[in-house]
Protein backbone atom coordinates (compact mmCIF):
# COMPACT_ATOMS: atom_id res chain seq x y z
CA UNK A 1 0.00 0.00 0.00
CA UNK A 2 1.26 2.92 -1.53
CA UNK A 3 1.25 5.46 2.22
CA UNK A 4 3.10 8.38 3.39
CA UNK A 5 3.14 8.89 7.74
CA UNK A 6 3.83 11.89 9.07
CA UNK A 7 5.00 12.15 12.94
CA UNK A 8 6.91 14.65 15.06
CA UNK A 9 4.69 17.10 15.93
CA UNK A 10 3.49 18.67 19.72
CA UNK A 11 3.69 21.45 21.32
CA UNK A 12 6.55 23.79 21.69
CA UNK A 13 7.31 27.11 23.05
CA UNK A 14 7.95 29.95 20.55
CA UNK A 15 11.82 29.92 20.27
CA UNK A 16 11.70 26.08 20.66
CA UNK A 17 12.34 23.73 18.08
CA UNK A 18 10.84 20.02 16.52
CA UNK A 19 12.16 17.81 14.11
CA UNK A 20 9.38 16.07 12.13
CA UNK A 21 9.82 13.11 10.02
CA UNK A 22 7.62 11.20 7.31
CA UNK A 23 8.12 7.81 6.46
CA UNK A 24 7.12 6.30 3.12
CA UNK A 25 5.68 2.61 2.34
CA UNK A 26 4.52 1.53 -1.08
CA UNK A 27 6.90 3.87 -3.20
CA UNK A 28 10.65 4.70 -2.77
CA UNK A 29 11.64 8.83 -1.87
CA UNK A 30 14.39 8.34 -4.20
CA UNK A 31 12.38 7.88 -7.13
CA UNK A 32 10.49 11.59 -6.41
CA UNK A 33 11.40 15.53 -5.51
CA UNK A 34 10.07 15.89 -1.81
CA UNK A 35 8.24 18.39 -0.19
CA UNK A 36 6.80 19.70 3.37
CA UNK A 37 3.95 21.73 2.88
CA UNK A 38 1.77 23.08 6.42
CA UNK A 39 -1.70 24.00 6.33
CA UNK A 40 -2.71 26.58 8.94
CA UNK A 41 -6.53 26.97 10.09
CA UNK A 42 -8.39 28.50 7.63
CA UNK A 43 -5.45 28.85 4.91
CA UNK A 44 -4.53 27.49 2.10
CA UNK A 45 -1.96 24.73 2.20
CA UNK A 46 1.84 26.03 1.49
CA UNK A 47 5.01 24.75 0.64
CA UNK A 48 7.80 25.37 2.99
CA UNK A 49 10.65 23.49 1.58
CA UNK A 50 11.37 20.73 -0.75
CA UNK A 51 14.62 18.44 -1.88
CA UNK A 52 15.75 17.59 -5.30
CA UNK A 53 15.78 13.49 -6.15
CA UNK A 54 18.64 14.35 -8.90
CA UNK A 55 21.12 16.51 -6.23
CA UNK A 56 20.23 17.52 -3.04
CA UNK A 57 19.50 20.65 -3.30
CA UNK A 58 16.88 22.16 -1.34
CA UNK A 59 15.06 25.00 -1.54
CA UNK A 60 13.31 27.15 1.24
CA UNK A 61 10.86 30.52 1.03
CA UNK A 62 12.73 33.39 1.92
CA UNK A 63 10.65 33.43 5.30
CA UNK A 64 11.79 30.18 6.60
CA UNK A 65 15.36 30.06 5.20
CA UNK A 66 17.65 29.38 7.92
CA UNK A 67 15.20 28.22 10.55
CA UNK A 68 14.42 24.96 8.80
CA UNK A 69 15.80 22.17 7.53
CA UNK A 70 14.83 19.26 5.07
CA UNK A 71 17.11 15.83 4.74
CA UNK A 72 16.52 12.66 3.62
CA UNK A 73 17.90 9.17 4.58
CA UNK A 74 16.92 7.25 1.61
CA UNK A 75 17.65 3.90 3.60
CA UNK A 76 14.84 4.56 6.18
CA UNK A 77 12.79 5.91 3.03
CA UNK A 78 12.54 9.23 5.59
CA UNK A 79 12.28 12.77 5.15
CA UNK A 80 12.85 14.96 8.01
CA UNK A 81 12.10 18.59 8.57
CA UNK A 82 13.83 20.46 11.24
CA UNK A 83 12.51 23.33 12.58
CA UNK A 84 14.22 26.24 14.73
CA UNK A 85 13.35 29.07 16.28
CA UNK A 86 9.70 28.17 15.81
CA UNK A 87 6.84 31.03 16.10
CA UNK A 88 3.43 31.18 16.78
CA UNK A 89 3.13 31.58 13.30
CA UNK A 90 4.54 28.24 12.39
CA UNK A 91 1.64 26.49 13.87
CA UNK A 92 -0.02 24.25 11.54
CA UNK A 93 -0.43 21.20 10.47
CA UNK A 94 2.61 19.57 9.02
CA UNK A 95 2.87 16.87 5.32
CA UNK A 96 5.18 15.85 3.67
CA UNK A 97 4.28 14.66 -0.22
CA UNK A 98 6.17 14.17 -3.48
CA UNK A 99 5.97 16.73 -6.03
CA UNK A 100 5.51 15.31 -9.27
CA UNK A 101 3.22 12.46 -9.86
CA UNK A 102 -0.08 11.41 -7.45
CA UNK A 103 0.87 10.01 -3.79
CA UNK A 104 -1.99 10.39 -1.28
CA UNK A 105 -1.76 12.41 1.38
CA UNK A 106 -0.78 11.48 4.75
CA UNK A 107 -2.75 12.77 8.19
CA UNK A 108 -0.15 15.37 9.21
CA UNK A 109 1.33 16.16 12.34
CA UNK A 110 -0.04 18.88 14.53
CA UNK A 111 2.63 21.95 15.34
CA UNK A 112 1.67 24.33 18.11
CA UNK A 113 3.44 27.15 19.44
CA UNK A 114 2.91 28.94 22.43
CA UNK A 115 4.16 32.34 23.03
Known amino acids: EVQLVESGGGLVQAGGSLRLSCAAS????????IGWFRQAPGKEREGVSCISDTDGSTYYPDSLKGRFTISIDNAKNTVYLQMNSLKPEDAAVYYCNVLTGYIPWGPGTRVTVSS
Open 26 to 33: GFTFDDYA
